[in-house]
């Protein structure tokens, strides 16, 4: 019993010298000697450490202790303005978050100086049919078939150029002619005569002559070509786009494929070309028609061209619907 008792005294002694020692820091004593840095040094590197942290992060330094839960919130403030300002201009290629918000700024400037400019812009005034004089179409264009033929022979412009012939076609216009041109040039092909010479405006009828040819798509792709490549051939000419004329009751009782209600659908197709800037559409039919819709039987020998008394209602409606830019 007496020799378990002075184990047990053995080990309580061992016991109180090992807390003894982590109090009074002996083995960290032991520790320093053993590296070769007395507790100066160690002291020393503490205190440099602490001044190196004071200048980096604008701290206190010579010696006072930095504090930080105990600071003012607006040196904190400060000092991470300071520090992402400088981190900013130092680097700026590697700020992408700083990059990307100057060039969203700058989008967003961008965008709204546009639309400022959007509104400052005044909006496009629409072209607007007005009257003019005889010698509005002095630098005009006819083409056409037969029915413009009567335009040249009974209207007073003489000073136009016409292009027209009795049975010229949609897919031919441009081809060579078989026969004379009421202009006064033989055999001249419409293609090179509008690729040599500039004019401000271009009248067109045509289509009566197409009525049994092809489907209405048909009709369309070929007209819509033709102007298309007017505008290639003429940039600053003014494109009027004549309606079909409509055909007499009588002719149209006839029930061939040349009949109002086909003309009808086809001028229908025709006023989708009107842009309202550099092409116009222009309804001939609502002077020279009856109530029905028909070619009015008095103004033509034909049921088909116009008296040559009554070209002047057509060409009234034309000096009353121009385009003056």
Known sequence: MNKWKNYRYLFLLLV??????????????????????????????????????????????????????????????????????GNMDDNPENNIAG???????????????????????????????????????????????????????????????????????????FKDPTGRWKDGNWKVNIADALQQEQYKKVYIMLGINDMGVGDLDYFMNHYSDMVYQIHEWQPDAII???SIMNVS????????YINNEAIRVRNERL????????????DINSVVCDDNGCLNAEYTFDGVHLYAQYVPLWTDYL?????VK
């Not at 109090?23 to 520790?31: A, N, Y």
């Not at 009751?249 to 061939?256: F, P």
């Not at 006023?271 to 222009?282: P, Q």
């Open 16 to 85: 109180g010298g090992l807390i003894c020692s982590l109090l009074t820091g002996f083995p960290l004593e032991l520790i320093k000697k053993d590296h070769g840095q007395d507790e100066s040094e160690v002291v020393e590197t503490i205190s440099m450490s602490a001044n190196s942290v004071d200048e980096d992060g604008k701290l206190h330094s010579n010696g006072e202790s930095a504090s930080i839960a105990g600071g003012s919130d607006n040196s904190m403030d400060d000092n991470l303005k300071n520090n992402a300002a």
């Open 99 to 173: 990059n990307n918000m100057e060039n969203n700024t700058d989008n967003v400037m961008n965008h709204t100086n546009a639309s400022d400019d959007l509104e400052n812009e005044e909006p496009e005034v629409p072209l607007s049919f007005c009257e003019v004089s005889d010698d509005y179409f002095d630098d005009a264009v006819f083409i056409g078939d037969s029915r413009v033929v009567s335009l040249y022979e009974y209207s007073d412009w003489k000073e136009a150029t016409y292009y027209c012939s009795s049975g010229m076609t949609l897919g031919g216009v």
């Open 240 to 242: 009027y786009i004549m």
């Open 249 to 256: 009751a009588e002719r149209d009782a006839q029930g061939d």
């Open 271 to 282: 006023k989708e070309l009107d842009n309202g800037r550099d092409t116009f559409y222009l």
């Open 319 to 323: 000096k009353t619907h121009a385009i």
